[in-house]
């Protein structure tokens, strides 16, 4: 079973972080990373860009308007995602507290309702 | 004489009196007001100086001395600066935290123990009262308690301070509680510590993890030293025999569980002193009554009934009999585990009685008392030694498909890598 954990945490400069703050989190991800990989449960891994730099695209009465930045102005911003295979609930929650934003953020476990492969969507 | 090895010797010498030391000065420094920030900075600078100092004009006699009369004489430097008068209203301020003249820490005593409980104070959030701990008692840097705890370095160091602040605007009272409060002020005191032997080590070094298994014990063995209460020397008893069997527990990464594990690779001096502490712990309370000159004292008292701490090292005791006797006693362990779901009921805790249960009464009626649990709390379907239990027992029993289904359910249920792998080879060997 899929599950996608979605990590929504408030957006920080290195500044704001403080020193050493950055490369702690880098650390703290890369341990996370490995650890579901060795776990053999890991299917994609995203960190997302700060939302700055996102563009938001939208098609409204025919015209197409292209936005600078994200849809919403909210205080935590999706931040990463990751893509995981374990059998139930209760396993994907298990590695959704792991994860380092877990102590700043929200983290969101989203089972996927199918996905696409070798060309079709599964059922 | 060469002064690059003066240097290293002087440094050698203050980092030996940092770790034996630490705890014992600051807790004198900031017994008297309360100002935990205040008493570490003037600790720290003290060091500082004996680091330029020591080499120059050789270690004192009495580093301890030493480092106690700068890090004073610091201190009263600052309540005497412009700055900390005007910073203050006059009259509201707390009395300078200059404690008594004397230059030597042992003739002063030791107040590391009002120390213990000022962490572990009801009004200290119970979260930050181990690494308050193991911060002021043991001189532990907060990066490595964060790290512990997996918690951003920053974040932990805001807790610390904020909890130090706490207890400095709150005027939390450097002493040790009298006699009638100890039921209620003493367990927060033992959580604290067990809480750093007890760590999520999600993510941490091994050897952070390593380092602070053993501050954990340092901390348990000085409170037994301090306060030789019963369930204080149970809990110094309980740790010293779950280390003394560290190292077996992994194999090439892999879990070992208790009873396979091999009896050469554990620590049977750490065993000897467990067994010292939990012959003390059940000889009766005798600690604070002493302090406390109770004439009417005896030992054992029958309505004392072991607590948590006394029956888990009871338990780890039967366990590393083994050892000596080559055999378990499983009855005795059944005992023991009923005896401690009724002073600490417990869910870990009855999936434990039902494990050795199984072991007295065979594997059916431990899956009986597993069924039980299951029923009485929905929560424990997502209890990984439930499964881990259930498998066994299944595997056991000969039921494969079920025993594998348990063992896979119950590795999903687990992120830690060595249990994993235990669990995964498992259910491969169940036929």
Redesign the interface.
């Known amino acids: 079973m899929r599950y996608t954990i979605l990590l929504h945490y408030p957006e920080m400069t290195p500044e704001e972080l403080g020193p050493g703050g950055w490369e702690e989190g880098e650390r703290e991800f890369q341990a996370y990373a490995t650890a579901l990989d060795q776990a053999g449960v890991l299917l994609s891994a995203e960190v997302l860009q700060p939302s700055s730099s996102t563009t938001t695209v939208a098609v409204r009465d025919g015209e197409l308007r292209v936005q600078d930045g994200p849809f919403a102005d909210t205080k935590e911003q999706l931040g990463g995602t990751f893509v995981v295979d374990v059998p139930d609930l209760d396993a994907a929650l298990v590695w959704a507290q792991k994860a380092p934003s877990v102590q700043w953020g929200t983290v969101e476990v989203r089972p996927s309702a199918t996905h696409f492969e070798n060309g079709a969507w599964t059922r | 004489m060469d002064p690059l090895t003066d240097r290293t010797r002087a440094r050698a010498a203050a980092d030996a009196a940092a770790r034996a030391s630490y705890g014992r000065l600051l807790a004198l420094l900031a017994a008297r007001d309360g100002d935990i920030q205040r008493a570490e900075d003037a600790l720290a600078e003290a060091f500082e100086r004996a680091l330029t100092h020591w080499p120059a004009d050789g270690v004192p006699d009495n580093p301890d001395g030493w480092l106690l009369t700068v890090a004073r004489n610091r201190l009263r430097d600052v309540y005497r600066s412009a700055a900390y008068r005007t910073s203050v209203p006059p009259g509201t301020g707390p009395e300078p935290a200059v404690p008594p003249e004397e230059a030597d820490p042992d003739r002063i005593g030791d107040r590391r123990l009002e120390l213990m409980f000022v962490c572990a104070h009801p009004a200290i959030e119970a979260g930050i009262r181990t690494p308050l701990m193991l911060q002021t008692v043991l001189g532990v840097e907060a990066a490595d308690i964060a790290a512990a705890f997996?918690?951003?370095?920053?974040?932990m160091a805001q807790r610390l301070v904020r909890a130090k602040r706490r207890i400095r605007d709150a005027r939390i009272p450097f002493r040790i509680p009298a006699r009638p409060e100890v039921p209620a002020r003493l367990p927060p005191v033992l959580e604290a510590v067990y809480g750093a032997y007890a760590i999520d080590w999600?993510?941490a070094a091994p050897e952070v993890r390593g380092s602070l298994t053993g501050d954990a014990l340092t901390l348990a063995l000085l409170l037994a030293d301090l306060l030789p209460e019963p369930e204080v020397l149970g809990l110094a008893a309980l740790l010293c025999f779950s280390l003394a069997r560290a190292d077996a527990r992994e194999t090439d990464g892999v879990l070992v569980p208790l009873d396979e594990q091999d009896v050469g690779r554990w620590d049977t001096a750490l065993i000897e002193r467990g067994e010292a502490l939990l012959r003390r712990a059940l000889a009766g309370p005798a600690g604070l009554r002493d302090a406390h000159a109770d004439p009417g004292a005896g030992p054992p008292d029958p309505s004392d009934p072991p607590g948590r701490f006394r029956l888990e090292a009871a338990i780890q005791s039967v366990h590393c009999a083994r050892a000596r006797t080559g055999r378990t006693d499983w009855p005795a362990l059944v005992t023991l585990h009923r005896a401690l779901l009724r002073v600490a009921p417990t869910l870990g805790g009855r999936v434990a009685l039902a494990a050795v249960v199984a072991r007295v009464d065979g594997a059916r009626a431990g899956l009986a008392a597993l069924d039980e649990i299951a029923a009485a709390d929905p929560a424990s379907?997502?209890f990984q030694p439930l499964w881990a239990t259930r498998a066994h027992l299944l595997a056991a029993l000969g039921a494969g498909d079920e025993a594998r289904a348990a063992y896979?359910?119950s590795r999903?249920?687990?992120?830690d890598?060595a249990v994993?792998a235990f669990l995964a080879d498992r259910s491969v060997a169940t036929g």
């Open positions: 997996a918690v951003p370095a920053p974040t999600r993510g379907g997502r896979d359910k999903s249920l687990t992120t890598p994993r």
